[in-house]
C-alpha cells in the first residue's frame, strides 16, 4: 500500500491492512476488516466491519463488501494442496452479509465474478466457479466448484447447483431448488430436482431482448420441450426450422456443449 494512497483511503484504525495489499482510491475499509498480503482492491470500494480479504484476491471499482464476508480463502476441495490460486471480482458488485467466495483449487486457477452482481446474505460460490455480470444470488443460494452461471440470472434463495452444472444466460431459478443438470438460456426451472416450467419472458424484456428474437426464442423452446424429440433431434430440428439471431445461435451452442444433459420439463415428466 503506497503513501499516495494511505491518504486517499480510509482504514478504520482497527482494520488489520497487510502492508503489501494494494488498495486503490476513495476505498473504505471499516472495524477489524482483514486485507491480506496479495488483495488489490479498486477504487470506489467499501468494505464494510469484520470483512475478510485473503489469498490472491482482486476486487473491481466501487464494489461493497458487506460484515462478515470472507473472499479468497481456500477451497473446499481435498485435491487442495496449498497452490496459488485466485478470486477476480469485477465492478460494482455487492456482496451482503457472510457471503463466502473460495478461490480456484488447482495451480494458477481462478474463481470469477463480473460485474454488477448482486450476493445476497450467507451465499457460496465454490471454488473454480465463473459468475457472469447482472447476477443475483438470493439468500443462501449455494454454488459448487467448477459451476458456470451466465450473464442476468436470478438464483433464488436456500438454491442448490451441483458441480459442473451450467446455468444459461437470463434464466431464473426459484428459491429452494436442487439443479442437477445444465439450465437451458432463457428458462424458468424450480423443484427437486428443478424442472422447466416456461420462459423467462420478464427477464427477457429487462434484458433488452426484442419482441422478434423472443419470439424465435419460444419457437426454438417449443421444439426443445413439446415436440418429444431426443436433445440430439431438438438440435437438429432448430437449427433448420428456427431463423437465426445472435440469440438463438447462443443457445444452439449451450445444448450442443450440455454434457450433464439439460433439465427437463415438469410436461415432459408426466407424459
Same mark, same amino acid.
Given at each position: 500500500?503506497? =503513501?499516495?494512497?494511505?491518504v486517499? /483511503?480510509?482504514? *478504520?484504525?482497527?482494520?488489520v491492512?497487510?502492508?503489501?495489499a494494494?488498495?486503490?482510491?476513495?476505498v473504505?475499509?471499516?472495524?477489524?476488516?482483514v486485507i491480506? !498480503?496479495?488483495v488489490?482492491?479498486?477504487?470506489?470500494?467499501?468494505?464494510? $466491519? *469484520?470483512a475478510m480479504? @485473503?489469498?490472491?484476491t482482486?476486487?473491481?471499482?466501487?464494489c461493497? %463488501?458487506?460484515p462478515?464476508?470472507?473472499?479468497? $480463502? !481456500?477451497?473446499?476441495?481435498?485435491?487442495?494442496?496449498? !497452490?496459488?490460486s485466485?478470486?477476480?471480482?469485477?465492478?460494482?458488485?455487492? %456482496?451482503?452479509e457472510?457471503?463466502?467466495?473460495h478461490r480456484?483449487?488447482? =495451480?494458477?486457477?481462478?474463481?470469477?465474478i463480473?460485474?454488477d452482481?448482486?450476493l445476497?446474505a450467507?451465499? *457460496?460460490?465454490?471454488?473454480n466457479c465463473?459468475v457472469?455480470n447482472n #447476477?443475483i444470488? /438470493?439468500n443462501?443460494?449455494?454454488i459448487a466448484g467448477?459451476v458456470?452461471?451466465?450473464?442476468? #440470472?436470478v438464483?433464488?434463495?436456500?438454491?442448490g447447483?451441483?458441480q459442473?452444472?451450467?446455468?444459461g444466460r437470463? =434464466?431464473?431459478?426459484?428459491g429452494?431448488?436442487?439443479?442437477v +443438470?445444465d439450465?437451458?438460456?432463457?428458462?424458468?426451472v424450480?423443484g *427437486?430436482?428443478a424442472?422447466?416450467?416456461?420462459?423467462?419472458?420478464?427477464?427477457?424484456?429487462r434484458?433488452?431482448?426484442?419482441?422478434? $428474437?423472443?419470439?424465435?426464442?419460444? +419457437? =426454438?423452446?417449443k421444439?426443445?420441450y413439446?415436440?418429444g424429440?431426443s436433445? @440430439?433431434q431438438?438440435?437438429?430440428e432448430?437449427?433448420? !426450422?428456427v431463423? $437465426?439471431?445472435?440469440?438463438?445461435?447462443h443457445?444452439?451452442r449451450?445444448?450442443?456443449?450440455a454434457?450433464?444433459g439439460?433439465c427437463?420439463?415438469?410436461?415432459?415428466?408426466?407424459?
Open positions: 500500500m503506497n =503513501a499516495e494512497n494511505k486517499i /483511503a480510509y482504514i *478504520h484504525p482497527t482494520a491492512v497487510h502492508k503489501n494494494r488498495i486503490g482510491k476513495n473504505e475499509i471499516g472495524p477489524y476488516a491480506d !498480503e496479495h488489490e482492491i479498486g477504487d470506489g470500494t467499501k468494505i464494510m $466491519s *469484520h480479504i @485473503t489469498g490472491w482482486g476486487i473491481g471499482k466501487d461493497i %463488501i458487506y462478515g464476508a470472507v473472499i479468497g $480463502s !481456500e477451497p473446499q476441495d481435498l485435491k487442495f494442496r496449498g !497452490e496459488r485466485y478470486v477476480f471480482i469485477g465492478d460494482r458488485t455487492t %456482496i451482503r457472510c457471503a463466502t467466495i480456484g483449487c488447482g =495451480a494458477e486457477s481462478e474463481t470469477r463480473g460485474n452482481c448482486l445476497m450467507y451465499t *457460496h460460490v465454490a471454488h465463473l457472469g #447476477v444470488m /438470493a443462501s443460494a449455494m467448477h458456470v452461471v451466465e450473464d442476468r #440470472v438464483i433464488g434463495g436456500i438454491t447447483v451441483h459442473f452444472v451450467r446455468i437470463n =434464466a431464473m431459478i426459484g429452494a431448488s436442487k439443479l +443438470q439450465v437451458v438460456p432463457y428458462t424458468i424450480d *427437486h430436482p424442472k422447466v416450467s416456461g420462459l423467462n419472458n420478464v427477464g427477457m424484456s434484458a433488452g431482448i426484442t419482441i422478434e $428474437s423472443r419470439r424465435k426464442i419460444k +419457437q =426454438a423452446y421444439i426443445l413439446r415436440s424429440l436433445l @440430439t431438438a438440435i437438429e432448430i437449427e433448420q !426450422e431463423e $437465426s439471431s445472435e440469440e438463438i445461435e443457445m444452439l449451450f445444448l450442443r456443449n454434457e450433464r439439460i427437463r420439463s415438469r410436461r415432459e415428466n408426466s407424459d
